[in-house]
Nanobody, 121 residues
Framework: QVQLVESGGGLVEAGGSLRLSCAAS????????VGWLRQAPGKEREFVAA????????NYADSVKGRFTVSLDDAKSTVYLQMTSLKPEDTAVYYC??????????????WGQGTQVTVSS
């Protein structure tokens, strides 16, 4: 099992920045990919960004490319999502999730509790 704890959400004005953190514990060696996903009220959950553990190699949704940066600190077992030039449409609950390299099927196997990001216009 991998446990995930997100932090760093909050209320910010449009154009502002926030940095989300996702601290992992447990079977760190089993982490293959860490993803950030978000869900806005009344909408489907959507992919935001992901990064391979521990080598890096990030990828992004088109909607956040150039504004968001995903990174990891292997020594701290933490993945970050730096969000800049935030827009009201970025408002959502943001989740980090892990794909376990030893488990087949499904996109992500472990999820954090989520952190609210609200961008005011």
């Amino acid at each position: 099992q991998v446990q995930l704890v997100e932090s760093g959400g909050g209320l910010v004005e449009a154009g502002g920045s926030l940095r989300l953190s996702c601290a992992a514990s447990g079977r760190i060696f089993s982490i293959y990919t860490v993803g950030w996903l978000r869900q806005a009220p009344g909408k489907e959950r959507e992919f935001v960004a992901a990064i391979r553990w521990p080598v890096g190699s990030p990828n992004y949704a088109d909607s956040v490319k150039g504004r968001f940066t995903v990174s990891l600190d292997d020594a701290k077992s933490t993945v970050y999502l730096q969000m800049t030039s935030l827009k009201p449409e970025d408002t959502a609950v943001y989740y980090c999730a892990v794909k376990d390299r030893f488990r087949t099927g499904g996109e992500y196997d472990y999820w954090g509790q989520g952190t609210q990001v609200t961008v005011s216009s």
